[in-house]
């Protein structure tokens, strides 16, 4: 297809049979689908303030982790959707897309049966539509240094004698594996993962080297898709914090931290990252004792706008990072974030600019200085938003 007069054209076999429709936009070329993101954000968050050239990157293979449902037998498990392989998606790189061949092998080395949702011939009971097999997905993260997360997602601990066993066969064949796990959610849900993480590495956590430090993921902890925008994502936020140059700082839904690490990078700056999630807490927590030079970061699990409001206002920071989910912050943190003078500006990193808009309308006082779109998803109408606003 062409766009401004260069030809764009992404060759997804599984788009073109309808089995898999993730990339919605995949048929229009990439200016076009850029130039319409551009559009809606610029719609919904309007203004006289400047937004600066989006950042996008490569059309294809620019994935970091795979999440693939398990379907067919424990001789051929197929990986990708429950409509069949997806091993060769063209968002893959090479690094990643080259480990699933020995996970299928594994898999069948370790005669882990797939998990079939369609309930054993006969059985009428309350429990028969719990289905049969075991395991249900394998996810795959692969880091900046082609090191590797593998995770299984299984029904119970029935097989974690034989991965134990054959887990040396799957490491000489995956070389770059640094964290294998095992995630036992038995629930018959549409859930991807659940509470319980067996680590059968002596590493647990995967290094995500970035510019400014590397953050340790651990197997439940949250990280951006795509490396080459999150490494813009944090640069870009990282210059706009030091050209504030806030004495203090939160970083609320901090994730694993990396917007509190950055901003911890100047001396003798305050800064405090609060994420409900345990895991991502620790990750942060790890990265912080293994820094050279830790500086004064302190990372609590608790819930975001909890924490916020039960601040005094003498405890409140020049600047505050959010990056909640799509639904935004809220009412009430941004009640706490409107009323609260002591801090003078947001920097706000959305995947949502429609909850974004939402929320800065509750924010009036706070009126936006810089945005930048960040392409996150190509081939999707999905994109991140980074915008930072000041008082007035």
Known sequence: MQGQGRIYLVQCSH????????????????????????????????????WLPPIQPPETAFRNKAKMVVTGTVDHPVLGLTTGDLTDCPLYPPALAATFEPIRQFITRAAIVPYDLTPAPGRVSPQAAAGRGELKYVIVTLSPDDELMVRLVVRSQESVGRVRKHLPWLASHLPGLAVFSINIQPEHKAILEGDREIILTDRSTLPMRLEGGTLHLRPQSFFQTNTIIAQALYGQARQWIDDVAPASVWDLYCGVG????????????????????????????????????????????????????????????????????????????CGWLEQTATVTHVLYSSCNAQSLAADLALMPSLRPRLARLLDMFPHTPHYETLILVERM
């Open 15 to 50: 788009f073109a049979d309808r089995s898999c429709l993730s990339c919605g936009w995949i048929y229009r070329s990439y200016d076009d689908q850029l130039m319409a993101k551009m559009q809606q954000a610029r719609g919904f968050v309007p203004g006289d303030f400047p």
């Open 258 to 333: 990396g917007f509190a690490l950055l901003a911890a990078a100047a001396p003798g700056r305050q800064v405090t990252g609060v994420e409900i999630s345990r895991e991502a807490i620790a990750s942060a927590q790890q990265t912080v004792a293994d820094l050279p030079q830790p500086g004064q970061v302190t990372f609590i699990a608790d819930d975001a706008t909890a924490y916020a409001l039960a601040a005094s206002p003498q405890q409140a920071p020049d600047l505050v990072i959010v990056n909640p989910p799509r639904r935004g912050i809220g009412p009430q943190l």
